[in-house]
């Protein structure tokens, strides 16, 4: 776990793309928008 994912909070807008894994779609790239 890259950790980000805690530092985001419920209303924090965040960018992410999606990506195919073994166990269904993940969020990757994950980054807060300014």
């Known amino acids: ?8 909070r419920e209303n924090d807008e965040v960018e992410y793309d999606e990506e195919r894994g073994k166990k269904g779609m993940n969020a990757v790239n994950v980054k807060l928008v300014d």
């Open 1 to 8: 776990n890259s950790g980000l994912i805690d530092q985001i």
